[in-house]
């Protein structure tokens, strides 16, 4: 076994602090890597605070971790001793079932084993995440890191690029289409900045004026204010497709409305509680509201080399370990632009 160390949250109430643990020796199969940077998603405080339930403790967060490759097993084929790579929110699934065979891991039928609060394929065996100094994964869910970006930037798009890449994606967006970015945090700025990228006309809706100026930077076309009842009317069916980031409560009828004929509302944000829908601002557009959540391991290296050739990354706070409990605190004030990364040297 691999002697490691990390932080973790040992319930649901107290603070993250160090912790050490064990990961499994390097298989015939398996990468090494050493974490440089990991970022700090939304959900890695949801979880350590087991506000979805079914947290599994002591958790080790963090599913946006970059990293060198320090070993590798016998049969390992893609990649050698040096090498940059990423781990993402998945490191296995069942690889049999038609959604993996199809390259959607993430909608594994059987069991995507999540890089933390989850368990290996055996039903038993905790994973622990990227708050920490090293992983070990199967090739066929480590990714190729370009040596073109700051690695710092480049942690956030194994979770929020591609989250935000994929229904892009799968909604072929493009020139000519215009696309609406609803809330301006982790997953909103990225969204921005990959929609603009791909040709499409994009507008921010936030409720905060002062964030235009930044919205407007990152690539956006226009800024809406929710609150300005007259800038509403100026976009009511008027955006082909929604993409919903907000986690909070809000009343995604007053968005629905804002559709074109034939426009889809794509959810990415989880609120507290299901929204309520109003089937006549559906019925008589033929509009439609729909989810998505990562990309497979294809469409994720995808991502990830399409970021590199358009110069894209994340705006990232880097912080130290010590700090990460500061920074959530932050994070739920709203106080990031836009993900908070951490630098794994000061573990």
Not at 38 to 43: D, I, K, P, Q, Y
Not at 82 to 100: F, Y
Not at 175 to 198: T, Y
Not at 261 to 287: C, H, S, W, Y
Request: charged share 20%; proline share 4%; net charge negative.
């Amino acid at each position: 076994m691999i002697q490691s160390k990390g932080y973790a949250a040992q319930n649901a109430k107290t603070p993250l602090g160090p912790f050490n643990f064990q990961r499994r020796d390097v298989g015939p199969h398996d990468v090494m890597i050493e974490i440089l940077y990991c970022g700090v998603c939304h959900s890695d405080l949801h979880q350590a605070r087991d506000e979805w339930g079914g947290a599994i403790f002591p958790m080790v967060p963090g599913h946006e971790i970059v990293g060198r490759v320090t070993n590798v097993g016998t049969q390992v084929k893609n990649f050698k001793v040096g090498d940059l790579a990423g781990v993402g929110c998945l490191v296995d699934s069942c690889r049999t079932c038609s959604s993996c065979k199809e390259g959607q891991e993430q909608y594994c039928e059987v069991h995507w084993v999540g890089t933390y609060n989850s368990v290996e394929m055996d039903g038993k065996t905790p994973t622990y995440g990227g708050y920490s100094n090293n992983i070990v994964v199967d090739e066929k869910f480590t990714l190729r890191i370009s040596d073109k970006l700051p690695l710092e930037g480049v942690a956030p798009l194994l979770c929020a690029g591609i989250t935000t890449y994929s229904p892009l994606r799968q909604w072929k967006v493009s020139k000519g289409h215009r696309v609406a970015v609803l809330g301006l945090g982790g997953l909103g700025h990225m969204a921005v900045k990959l929609a603009a990228s791909m040709g499409a006309e994009v507008t921010v809706l936030s409720t905060s004026p002062s964030k235009e100026a930044d919205a407007k930077e990152l690539g956006a076309h226009k800024f809406v204010v929710t609150k300005d009842e007259k800038a509403l009317q100026g976009v009511q069916n008027y955006f082909d497709f929604i993409i919903d980031t907000v986690s909070a409560q809000h009343d995604i009828n007053l968005y629905i409305s804002m559709l074109r004929l034939d426009g889809t509302m794509i959810l990415l944000g989880v609120p507290p509680e299901a929204p309520q829908l109003m089937p006549f601002n559906l019925i008589f557009k033929r509009r439609r509201v729909a989810g998505s959540l990562i990309g497979g391991i294809a469409e994720t290296q995808e991502m990830l080399d399409y970021c590199a050739e358009h110069n894209i990354t994340s705006d990232v706070e880097v912080i130290a370990m010590k700090d990460i409990n500061t920074a959530y605190e932050r994070m739920l004030k709203g106080d990031v632009h836009y993900r908070f990364v951490i630098d794994m040297a000061t573990l």
